[in-house]
């Protein structure tokens, strides 16, 4: 049976909240799932869930490691080792134990669950239970993300949306603002982005507008947990 973004998120949910993610809608980032958690020292651990294009019944999922939760962004200074998959950070003896003869090939490093089946849910979470620890705790990887420019500019750009919100400051003429609020994001959020990127002299678009928003949104949310 096909496996739908709703029925992914919905067993695997109540899993990832006990770990302390917090689910978020995200319809513009090509995956079937965004949960995110707010760790120590100003980063952001996001796991973004995809459903398999030709296995209708299998997913993946990635790690980010970030002072954003843009997950995927490793463009410039941003370090490519903050996104990896789970299942990457297994040993040889984990990986042949959590394998559950998915669609890869056995013993591969890249494995892919089946979301129609409540062990492979399980062994899924349990990987993010194991794995979860060994990403995050990598000194060398957390002193780049902390060093990178490109970083620290996205983490003010959000920074600074959320301070034109906070003080109810907005312009008058935008061109970029979605159509409606946008994964239950209220509209000022988009405003407040268009703002910032112009007043930056950033590329500006309907794309980057929404990701700006919804990047600071979320880091706003998790702010209050």
């Known amino acids: 049976m096909r496996l739908s973004k ?21 319809s513009k980032n090509g995956m079937q799932g965004l949960f995110c958690k707010k760790l120590e ?29 843009i997950i ?6 941003i370090p490519n080792d903050s996104y990896k998959r789970p299942s990457f950070l297994l040993t040889k003896e984990e990986r042949s134990i959590y394998y559950d003869d998915g ?16 062990k492979s849910i ?8 194991l794995t979860e620890s060994r990403f995050i705790n990598q000194d060398e990887l957390i002193k780049q993300i902390q ?12 920074e600074k949306v959320r301070e ?20 239950d994001i209220p509209m000022v959020w988009f405003k407040a982005s268009e703002d910032v990127l112009t007043e930056a002299k950033e ?10 928003a919804a990047d600071a949104y979320r880091q706003n949310e998790l702010s209050k947990i």
């Open 6 to 26: 709703a029925k992914l998120i919905k067993e695997v949910k109540p899993g990832l909240e006990k770990l302390g993610f917090k689910e978020f809608k995200d």
């Open 41 to 69: 020292e100003g980063l952001y651990l996001t796991l973004g869930l995809t459903i398999h294009r030709f296995y209708e019944s299998f997913f993946t999922s990635d790690y980010y490691l970030s002072k954003t939760t």
């Open 72 to 77: 995927g962004a490793t463009w410039g200074d």
């Open 103 to 118: 669609v890869n090939v056995k013993g591969a490093y890249d494995i892919w669950w089946n979301g129609n089946d409540k």
């Open 122 to 129: 399980i062994n899924f979470l349990t990987v993010i239970e």
């Open 147 to 158: 060093s990178s420019k490109d970083l620290i500019m996205l983490f003010q750009y959000a």
């Open 164 to 183: 034109l919100i906070a003080k109810n400051a907005f312009h008058n003429f935008y061109k970029f603002l979605p159509k409606k609020e946008l994964d």
């Open 203 to 212: 590329v500006i678009n309907a794309y980057t507008v929404v990701r700006l």
